[in-house]
C-alpha cells in the first residue's frame, strides 16, 4: 500500500541555519503531496502542498517540490526561526481512493536554538 | 469561522470505561476523519464519514471502537472498555468535499489517557 518515509530526528540547529527535512513516498497513481506542522500541544496546521508532479509548495519561506522521477518531496528553509521549532509532517492524499484520506510519515522534530 | 471543535481536549479513564470523543467539523463542511497518533508516531487513519454515512473504517480495530456522524450534531468517537494501549492523542479533520487535492482542516485533539 502506500506510505511514507521522513528522516528521523530530532533534527537541531541554531537560528538561521538551512533546513532540509527529507521525505520520500511510495504510491500508485497520482497522489496530492502534503507537510503539515504540529506545535506542542496543538493540532496539525497545513503548511503547504503540492497536486502533481513538479509543482512547487510554499508558505512563511517553506518550501518543497513534488519529485515524480525520485518520488520525493523535500521541506527545505532557507533561515529557520526559533518560533520554527515543531513536529513536522509529510503526508499524501489516496489518489486510489480519492476519498482524502492522508497517509502520513513518522513526523520530524525540529529544534532550533537561539 | 470557528474551527474545527474537539472536546474534551484532555480525557482519563480508568481501564474498562468508555471514552466517547466529540468532533464539530468547520460549518459547511461534510466529511470528517479521524486519526489516532500513538506516542512518538506519525498520525494513522481511522475512519471517514459523511452525514449519516461510514464512507471508510480500514482503519478501525474490529471491536470496542466505533464512529457515527448524524444529521445533526457532531461525529462521535466511541470507544468501549477501554485498554492502556487506547492511550493516544485522537485528532478529527474536516473538509468541504472529498478527492485528493482537498485541503483538511484538524481539531486540536482529545488526549485520552487510561489509567
Known amino acids: 500500500g502506500d506510505s511514507v518515509t521522513q528522516m528521523e530526528g530530532p533534527v537541531t540547529l541554531s537560528e538561521e541555519a538551512f533546513l532540509t527535512i527529507n521525505c520520500t513516498y511510495t504510491a500508485t497513481g497520482y497522489p496530492s503531496l502534503f507537510w503539515y506542522v504540529q506545535y506542542p500541544g496543538e493540532g496539525l496546521q497545513l503548511l503547504l502542498k503540492a497536486t502533481k508532479a513538479d509543482d512547487k509548495g510554499s508558505n512563511k519561506g517553506f518550501e518543497a517540490t513534488y519529485r515524480k522521477e525520485t518520488t520525493s518531496f523535500h521541506l527545505e528553509k532557507g533561515s529557520v526561526q526559533v518560533s520554527d521549532s515543531a513536529v513536522y509532517f509529510c503526508a499524501l492524499a489516496d489518489g486510489s481512493s480519492n476519498t482524502g484520506k492522508l497517509i502520513f510519515g513518522q513526523g520530524t522534530t525540529l529544534q532550533v536554538k537561539p | ?10 480525557l482519563v479513564r480508568r481501564r474498562g470505561q468508555e471514552a466517547r470523543l466529540r468532533c464539530s467539523p468547520m460549518k459547511g463542511h461534510s466529511h470528517v476523519y479521524w486519526y489516532r497518533q500513538l506516542p512518538e508516531e506519525g498520525l494513522k487513519f481511522m475512519v471517514y464519514l459523511q452525514k449519516e454515512n461510514i464512507i471508510d473504517e480500514s482503519g478501525m480495530p474490529k471491536e470496542r471502537f466505533s464512529a457515527e456522524f448524524p444529521k445533526e450534531g457532531p461525529s462521535i468517537l466511541r470507544i468501549q472498555q477501554v485498554v ?21 482542516f484538524f481539531g486540536q485533539g482529545t488526549r485520552l489517557t487510561v489509567v
Not at chain 2, 492502556?84 to 483538511?104: I, M
Open chain 2, 1 to 10: 469561522n470557528a474551527g474545527v471543535m474537539q472536546n474534551p481536549r484532555h
Open chain 2, 84 to 104: 492502556r494501549g487506547d492511550s493516544a492523542a485522537y485528532f478529527c479533520a474536516s473538509s468541504p468535499a472529498t478527492g485528493s487535492n482537498t485541503e483538511a
